[in-house]
């Protein structure tokens, strides 16, 4: 399996923001509201998912982007 680092991170970021039509701190901050919105959310599954995960911390979206690309990735 290939593994993924601070590099890759900013690479997805970068791609992320592009890929949208907005800056990184733009792309970023949606990325923030989106770990706002899982844990506010009243979705069991989608809390349970994300505890799962992060446990009882919140991510940054380097983090979040970390550990759902990795848990995602698909082993070869």
Do not use: H, V
Not at 45 to 56: A, L, M, T, V
Request: hydrophobic share 35%; glycine share 6%; proline share 3%.
């Amino acid at each position: 399996m290939i593994g993924i680092n601070r590099k890759d991170i900013q690479a997805i970021l970068k791609a992320g923001a592009k890929a949208k039509g907005m800056s990184t701190s733009e792309f970023k901050a949606e990325i923030q509201a989106t770990i706002d919105n899982i844990i506010n959310s009243s979705d069991i599954e989608e809390q349970k998912r994300f505890k799962q995960y992060f446990g009882n911390r919140i991510p940054t979206p380097e983090e979040y982007i970390y550990t759902i690309t990795k848990k995602t990735m698909i082993k070869f």
